[in-house]
């Protein structure tokens, strides 16, 4: 099968034939429609974060994926060949025509997505569940604070926090206040005229940090005691969660079939809905890893273009169509 690969840390994707994998009894065999361009794909390839993030070279990126079952291992009775699936790898990349996945890691697509749409959801959306619900332990009535609310990960998490009965509140660039407040913030802070600690004016529950650095630090400020500060890109000092009398932690999302089937329902009712800013064709990875990086925090040790670089939109998923 072709497959996009890096055979070199920092080297250029390329496309090669590689072997077809096999499912193993608990896996499933996908052939792969479309993926999704995650800020980890780059700090991966970049060798950058090795030491804690490893990849075995040569390597084929690509976290997440929507597919046809082409193929089920013996112990597999959820899904069947013909079935529509979305979900995140376990294994092999999904930049290429086939892969081999855990059962347990996918889902059905909801019928009302493209294949593309479905690709942009699995990382993105249960990063957002992951960090507000298991553990910023949000609840109705409460206040969110969520920085980089028009991101991929900040676009969910204000959906699922207004959805469930959260005030939402989020900071992003000011272009980006009419779509925030469409999928449900209630107030939106432009990070680039303001400082949020300044303006806003009352504490809240819980903060999810997609941005970290300075934006981090800063947010001990704005949390009530006993409050959840979740970083989904840098770890939190435990110094300053205690000095501030309030919970802290990074988290790295642990994504599961079920979850994403919990998603899959809600975005199969309308009530949330997906974003994809740009679809490219698997050949074209490179200029949308470009476009990609221009938006990677700092925090990843890589060097962004500058914070809040210009691109041509600030919200949606870059997708690459394979088949
Ligand atoms: N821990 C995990 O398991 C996990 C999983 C998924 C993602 N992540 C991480 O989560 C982070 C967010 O991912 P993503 O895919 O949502 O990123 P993204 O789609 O690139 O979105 C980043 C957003 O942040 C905005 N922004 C930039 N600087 C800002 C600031 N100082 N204050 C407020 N907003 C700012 C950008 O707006 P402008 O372009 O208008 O500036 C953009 O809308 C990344 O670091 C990613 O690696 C972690």
Not at 27 to 44: P, Y
Not at 234 to 249: L, M
């Amino acid at each position: 099968m072709r497959a996009l690969t890096l055979v070199e840390y920092g080297g250029q994707l390329t496309f090669n034939d590689v072997p077809r994998p096999t499912p193993a009894r608990d896996e499933i065999l996908v052939k792969v429609k479309s993926t999704a361009v995650n800020h980890l794909d780059l700090v991966q390839a970049s060798g950058t974060l090795r030491q804690i993030l490893p990849i075995d070279l040569p390597w084929i990126p690509g976290h997440e994926f929507s597919g046809v079952v082409e193929q089920i291992g013996g112990d597999v009775a959820a899904c069947a060949p013909g079935d529509a699936v979305f979900g995140t790898t376990t294994g092999t990349g999904a930049y290429a025509e086939y892969l081999t996945v855990k059962a347990a890691a996918i889902a059905r697509k909801p019928s009302n997505l493209s294949f593309e749409e479905a690709a942009s959801v699995p990382v993105a959306s249960q990063t957002a569940w992951q960090g507000i619900f298991d553990h910023g332990h949000l609840e109705k009535g409460q206040m969110i604070l969520i920085h980089g609310g028009a991101g991929a990960v900040g676009a969910y998490a204000v959906q699922l926090a207004s959805y469930a009965g959260a005030t939402v509140i989020a900071t992003a660039s000011g272009d980006d206040e009419a779509y925030l407040k469409s999928i449900g913030a209630g107030r939106v802070i432009d990070y680039r005229a303001a400082q949020f600690e300044k303006v806003l004016g009352e504490k809240v529950d819980v903060v999810l940090d997609l941005i970290g650095g300075d934006t981090q630090k800063r947010s001990f400020l704005v949390l009530r005691e006993g409050g959840h500060l979740v970083s989904a890109t840098q770890p939190v000092s435990q110094e300053e969660t205690a000095r501030h009398r309030v919970s802290g932690e990074m988290m790295r999302l642990a994504p599961s079939g079920d979850g994403l089937g919990r998603i899959g329902r809600l975005l199969e009712e309308g009530r949330i809905r997906p974003d994809v800013a740009t679809v490219y064709a698997l050949q074209d990875a490179a200029q949308a890893w470009k476009d990609i990086a221009a938006n990677l925090p700092g925090a990843h040790g890589m060097s962004p273009n500058g914070p809040g670089a210009a691109r041509a939109r600030s919200h949606g998923k870059i997708v690459l169509r394979v088949a």
